[in-house]
């Protein structure tokens, strides 16, 4: 979809939208959601940033999913400036701009060069989200002179419902609900979100969490809890412990196991498979060690960035025992 598109769909007479969700736990799913939902959650973000009629905003993700979709609905709502680019893992853009959405891959292309350092630091605001944010990129971000943002939610709750510092004095691991928005912990320690100006009803996730007063942290999602042995194992723990050490592209998933039930793998693009698992040997936890090994061509993901977990699974089947 072309930003004429979705403006045509978006001043036409029906009440509701049609957005995807973003496929990375399965295929991306159809959603009708309205648009009296879309312009209170544009206005929320807005206010919570401080953004005001005539400040720039850039669109520079994907008008087929909810991420891109808000961009122009917080510019038609709140009577920002949108420019307007087209969808690249690097965005180039020219002038000012005060506030842009991007997901990591996009951020850590622009990092690559002095140019697009140049033009993410001159950003007054940078929302990230669609993906985890690795260590390593946090820190690059640290010492930006402007906010940038890691942002939590979900198709289901038009884009974000809390947000994140990741520099300057305020920089913190704990989420911040947006006005309106109220949390709760389900017994599975699964984050519940109360957000009725943009969701009808409670929304349970199966996002794992730690509270903290009005704060959360998330530790990882449900259905990425290996179960081993008899130990449950949260994937993106694996994941963030391996991240400093590993080079290559990978994603830790998951395998049927004779004998645990269930057995850890480790998919990466390098194909040194015993220097994979001597690094996993010193990093992790005994039994956290993936016990497969698969070299693919390239780490299976969605279109919005983020790991494609059943595909990965798929291909886990394949991984050898080293």
């Known amino acids: 979809m072309d930003l004429e598109e979705f403006l045509e769909e978006w001043h036409n007479s029906s009440p509701t939208v049609l957005v995807h969700t973003s496929g990375s736990t399965g295929q991306p799913k159809p959603m009708w959601v309205e648009k009296k939902r879309m312009e209170a959650s544009a206005r929320i973000t807005c206010d919570f940033l401080g953004l005001k009629p005539g400040d720039t905003a850039l669109l520079c993700m994907s008008l087929d ?12 709502t709140c009577g920002l400036r949108l420019v307007a680019e087209k969808p690249t893992g690097c965005p180039s853009w020219n002038g000012k701009i005060d506030f842009a959405a991007m997901v990591p891959m996009q951020v850590y292309n622009l990092l690559k060069t002095e140019e697009g350092r140049k033009r993410l630091r001159s950003v007054r605001h940078l929302i990230i989200g669609g ?7 946090a820190q690059e971000l640290k ?67 730690e509270l903290r007063g009005s704060q959360f942290r998330i530790l990882g999602r449900k259905d990425n809890v290996v179960c081993s042995g008899g130990i449950k194992i ?20 998951k395998r049927k196991d004779e004998k645990f039930g269930e057995a850890l793998v480790l998919l990466t693009e390098d194909t040194q498979l015993d220097a994979q698992r001597s690094v996993c040997q010193q990093v992790l936890p005994k039994y956290w060690q993936p016990r497969y090994y ?15 977990r059943k595909e990965a699974e798929r291909l886990a089947a394949l991984a050898k025992e080293i």
């Open 143 to 209: 010492t930006f002179p402007h906010a940038v943002w890691s942002t939590y939610g979900m198709t289901e709750t038009l884009s974000h419902i809390a947000l994140r510092r990741l520099n300057g004095a305020d920089a913190s691991e704990w989420y911040t609900p947006l006005e309106g928005v109220g949390i709760a912990q389900t017994g599975e320690g699964c984050l519940a979100i109360d957000a009725p100006a943009v969701h009808e009803g409670t929304l349970v996730t199966n996002d794992i969490v």
């Open 131 to 137: 993906g985890a944010i690795d260590d390593a990129l």
């Open 294 to 308: 698969q070299y693919v061509e390239q780490i299976p993901m969605t279109e919005t960035g983020k790991p494609a």
């Open 234 to 253: 949260q994937i993106e723990e694996v994941e963030r412990l391996l991240r400093p050490h590993l080079g290559a592209a990978f994603v830790v998933t």
């Open 65 to 76: 999913y909810i991420a891109g979709k808000m961009m122009v609905v917080r510019a038609q």
